[in-house]
């Protein structure tokens, strides 16, 4: 495995759904230090500022730690835990999968235990089962086993268990959470990138918290680097698998996203145009693609103090929002690439133009 191989595996690998982010933190600050100076806000985000050859303008790159997940809100007197989401859950992507419940005294493997069809009635098999509907069995004998011997409380998080896997095609890679521990991968691999290169700017490259439940985590974090110009990292929904329309570019091996509108963000034009112009100087493949519903970071980020000149880019991913995502690394790399490229564009003057009415 090469270095980014390495640090996708550790940084998917680890439980951290939302407000439970603390050993993802761990892994991307372990990165962050090795090529910036790092520092946290109070809600937990993750922030490491690289000085280039101007204090000014403040460039935030980011990406959200957190993944969907689910938390403990119930256990039955038979010892089986109800829950709840933690971000945006399908039910038809949780049932039957293993789970880790993050208990007082360690994790503890589940599952998400469903009905075999011989007992389905038919109604039942013509539905998609609510969240509200499911429980997970982690072989507790009743509550008391669950709570005393497992140590299991109302409020742990749960955990989608999941591997980080190189597939047979050696350039694919399948894991959970790469919505959206890729793209805080993207922001170490750009400061390491900046280790050798000069840049007209200080970086803030950053790891948010609570994406999935509200873009919390953008807003704090926002306010305490108080960027002048943000370019946001997330995935994107790659359709390329059945029955999808393959001939939209929202594929693997389209290259990054480069969303024009979301639910929360119409995006700095300028800016935009400076992306597109980058990826095209450079060679680099991109999209144009929008998302009428969802947002990322950026809803909040560009209404951040005055107002923050930013962009959304998306790694195409399949089947996000499941314990097993797939991306492309020819993706992951033109990502790293044109935002590289774009950093060593936004000196002062380049960015004071992005916000000049
Ligand atoms: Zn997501």
């Known amino acids: 495995m090469d270095q980014?191989?390495?640090l996708l595996q550790e940084i998917t690998d680890v439980p951290?759904?939302?407000?439970?982010?603390?050993?993802?933190?761990?892994?991307?600050?372990?990165?962050?230090?090795?090529?910036?100076?790092?520092?946290?806000?109070?809600?937990?985000?993750?922030?490491?500022?690289?000085?280039?050859?101007?204090?000014?303008?403040?460039?935030?790159?980011?990406?959200?730690?957190?993944?969907?997940?689910?938390?403990?809100?119930?256990i039955?007197?038979?010892?089986?835990?109800?829950?709840?989401?933690l971000g945006g859950?399908?039910?038809?992507?949780?049932?039957?999968?293993?789970?880790?419940?993050?208990?007082?005294?360690?994790?503890?493997?589940?599952?998400?235990?469903?009905?075999p069809p011989h007992i389905l009635q038919p109604k039942e098999r013509e539905k998609v089962l609510e969240i509200s509907d499911m429980f997970v069995d982690i072989g507790a004998m009743d509550k008391f086993d669950a709570a005393r011997k497992f140590g299991v409380r109302i409020g742990d998080p749960i955990v989608p268990d999941s591997r980080f896997t190189i597939m047979n095609n050696q350039k694919l890679y399948m894991a959970k959470a790469f919505d959206n521990r890729?793209?805080?991968a993207v922001v170490v691999d750009v400061l390491r990138h900046f280790q050798k290169t000069a840049h007209p700017n200080t970086i803030f490259g950053v790891g948010s918290v609570q994406e999935e439940v509200g873009l919390r985590g953008a807003r704090t974090v926002a306010y305490a680097v108080d960027p002048d110009v943000a370019i946001v990292v997330d995935v994107g929904i790659a359709q390329d698998s059945p029955p999808g329309d393959f001939s939209k570019p929202e594929r693997l091996g389209g290259?990054?996203?480069?969303?024009?509108?979301?639910?929360?963000?119409?995006?700095n034009q300028r800016l935009r145009q400076l992306v597109i112009k980058t990826a095209e100087e450079n060679k680099i493949p991109f999209h144009l693609t929008s998302m009428e519903r969802g947002a990322t970071d950026g809803a909040e980020i560009h209404k951040s103090r005055t107002g923050v000149p930013t962009i959304a880019l998306g790694i195409p991913t399949r089947y996000i929002h499941s314990h097993n995502g797939i991306i492309y690394r020819g993706d992951y790399d033109n990502t790293v690439?044109?935002?590289?490229?774009?950093?060593?564009?936004?000196?002062?003057?380049?960015?004071?133009?992005?916000?000049a009415i």
């Open 16 to 74: 951290g759904v939302s407000g439970f982010e603390d050993s993802a933190r761990e892994v991307m600050a372990k990165y962050l230090r090795k090529f910036s100076e790092v520092s946290y806000d109070k809600l937990g985000s993750v922030v490491g500022r690289k000085v280039g050859s101007a204090s000014s303008p403040r460039v935030f790159i980011g990406g959200h730690l957190d993944e969907i997940g689910f938390m403990v809100k119930e």
């Open 255 to 267: 290259g990054p996203a480069v969303l024009v509108y979301d639910a929360g963000m119409i995006p």
């Open 89 to 115: 859950w399908w039910g038809h992507v949780a049932l039957g999968q293993r789970v880790w419940v993050n208990s007082s005294k360690g994790p503890i493997l589940g599952v998400v235990g469903s009905k």
């Open 337 to 355: 690439k044109l935002i590289v490229a774009l950093v060593k564009k936004l000196n002062k003057k380049a960015v004071e133009s992005l916000s």
């Open 4 to 6: 980014t191989e390495i």
């Open 182 to 184: 890729v793209s805080c």
């Open 76 to 85: 039955t007197k038979e010892g089986f835990l109800k829950f709840l989401p």
